[in-house]
């Protein structure tokens, strides 16, 4: 048996049936040529049911003991397991679009994993226009965080569309033969003592934990103009309510480039970049409403601590607190802010090792777990949002020849924090995966657009031009690849005004419409893919 941590067993206490506490999304994917849709997944779904060993945490249930929850947990082998239970085959209603397909998401998403099982689904969805299906996966965040999700991803893929893999991807086998491919070493004596000495240094010498622990403190007492900590100056805003469990997803791409591109052109980072860019989208869904705080909105963004080729860690992962500067009109000073934010969180874990940052994080994180089941959650929010970047593969996948065309994630939302943006890297593009208490936000679907705007503002405050990033949709689709046909295309926007909805494009099968007060410099820039 192996004993939870105390983050992995917080996920489990914390849990109710308003705030689960699983993380997932779904995998899209295009067919092989000629092959039959039933056929295909059938196929997909009985390679997997031949697993005998199971790579945790597939075959892995939870073992509570005398004193319940608020004792030692453990993981125990289920010499019982059902694949039939966790492995299921749905079929959208025809025509199936992405708007039936975030509907299931978000159904499929609002409920609770059974604790008398290895706490993890996968559903087989076909149904989906252009020869698609999608493979949404939810697990228990006890078990898994999100790079761990993304090892588990490459390890069930190959970069081969050739490559026909007979080992089912939940085995051992499976696990195997990805490390065997990240050719990751052995540890030698030499590495065991080095863990050793870090281990013994972590409560041994406390030099790093008191420099962080006083810029901690220094932030509080307002020495520190750039570091952001959580519960400081949290604004009351509609994303800092209570939740209910059902849920409300969206999904959509954006070319890496793109985003890159801004940070680059405004001195910062790619991770600069995308926190402003949904800085500006929320900025924009809180003026809608009429909610615009005057204090800044302030979001959690996990770190990942994880080593390479640590594939049995459940959470392996840290936060900082960043500044998203959301009472700030300009884009460029917005950024400006952001990034100063940033820089000061990373400068806190500098000296620290990777288990002194784990044991900070845990530290500073404690408060909040006394709060929530207080029901003070809404009350002290120690952020107003997560917003969480993800690196995934950079090459092509393909799941025996069928196309990995995008990974959209599907994170947590809690009470007082009732939004959550999760992104993964993947291939040439950036999937968002955007998720919120829908009763809560129920216009949460319009981020997607917002988004698209503050990319816009920020490419034209920083002098980027389309061609300077990507080709226009137009000119994407009139010379369209295999790949791009199989994926829909985002909002486009015209210099003139649109009176009326634009015809779908020739060889994009989904509608698109121009915003009746588009912006004079907005242009056609974004390959995104779905949306509602």
């Known amino acids: 048996m192996k004993r939870l941590s105390l983050i992995d067993s917080a996920f489990l206490m914390l849990e109710s049936r308003e705030t689960p506490m699983h993380v997932g999304g779904f995998n899209l994917f295009t067919l092989p040529d000629g092959a039959n849709e039933q056929e295909f997944l059938h196929g997909l779904a009985d390679n ?57 998401v978000s159904r499929l998403h609002g409920t609770l994993l059974d604790r008398n099982r290895p706490l993890w689904e996968m559903h087989l969805i076909e149904g989906l226009e252009n020869r698609q299906f999608a493979v949404y996966s939810k697990f228990h965040h006890a078990a898994i965080d999100g ?43 030499t590495h065991l003592r080095n863990v050793a000495e870090m281990l013994k240094s972590t409560f041994d010498s406390g ?12 932030a509080w007492t307002g020495s520190s ?91 392996a992962v840290g936060a900082i607190s960043a500044d998203l500067a959301t009472n700030v009109k300009d884009p460029i000073k917005r950024f400006r802010k952001i990034k100063a934010s940033m820089e000061a969180g990373k400068a806190m874990f500098q000296q620290m090792s990777p288990s002194e940052a784990a044991l900070f994080l845990q530290l500073i994180q404690l408060p909040g777990l006394a709060l929530v089941p207080l029901g003070l959650a809404t009350r002290f929010p120690p952020y107003s949002t997560v917003i969480s970047n993800v690196p995934g593969p950079r090459q092509p996948m393909y799941w025996n020849g069928a196309r990995l065309e995008g990974i959209y994630p599907a994170s947590i939302v809690t009470d ?32 997607i657009d917002y988004l698209e705007d503050s990319l816009v503002e920020l490419e034209d405050a920083a002098g980027i031009s389309s061609a300077g990033a990507v080709k226009s949709a ?23 005004k649109a009176k009326a909805k ?31």
Request: with cysteine.
């Open 48 to 104: 997997m049911r031949t697993a005998d060993s199971f790579q945790s945490p597939f075959g892995d249930k939870l073992k509570v003991g005398r004193l319940g929850m608020l004792g030692p947990l453990y993981w125990e082998p289920d010499n019982s397991l059902d694949l039939e239970y966790h492995i299921r085959h749905s079929a959208l209603p025809k025509p199936g679009r992405f708007r039936e397909l975030f509907a299931l």
């Open 147 to 189: 790079v761990r999700s993304i090892h588990l991803t490459q390890s069930m893929y190959s970069a081969d569309p050739r490559e026909r893999i007979h080992d089912s991807p939940l085995s051992m086998a499976a696990r195997d033969r990805y490390l065997a491919a990240l050719d990751v070493p052995p540890p030698t004596e």
């Open 207 to 218: 030099s790093n934990m008191l420099g962080a622990l006083r810029q901690y403190a220094g």
């Open 225 to 315: 103009e750039s570091l952001t900590v959580p519960w400081r100056k949290v604004p009351a805003s509609t994303i800092n309510t209570k939740v209910d469990g059902a849920r409300r997803f969206v999904a959509q791409s954006w070319p890496f480039a793109r985003i890159r591109a801004v940070g680059k052109a405004l001195d910062g980072t790619f991770n600069d970049a995308v926190l402003a860019m949904c800085a500006g989208a929320l900025r924009t869904f809180l003026q809608n409403h009429g909610e615009l705080p005057r204090e800044s909105l302030k979001s959690m963004v996990p770190v990942s601590l994880r080593r390479p080729g640590d594939m049995d860690s459940s959470n």
């Open 416 to 447: 007082g924090i009732a939004m959550n943006i999760t992104l993964v890297t993947y291939d040439t593009q950036v999937d968002f995966g955007v998720i919120g208490c829908r009763r809560s936000l129920p216009q949460i679907q319009r981020m």
């Open 474 to 496: 137009s000119s994407s689709s009139a010379k369209a690849s295999p790949k791009a046909k199989a994926r829909p295309k985002a909002n486009t926007r015209s210099k003139a």
């Open 502 to 532: 634009t015809k779908p494009k020739p060889k994009a099968k989904t509608k698109t419409k121009t915003k009746a007060k588009a912006k004079p410099k907005a242009k056609a820039r974004s390959k995104a893919k779905p949306k509602r």
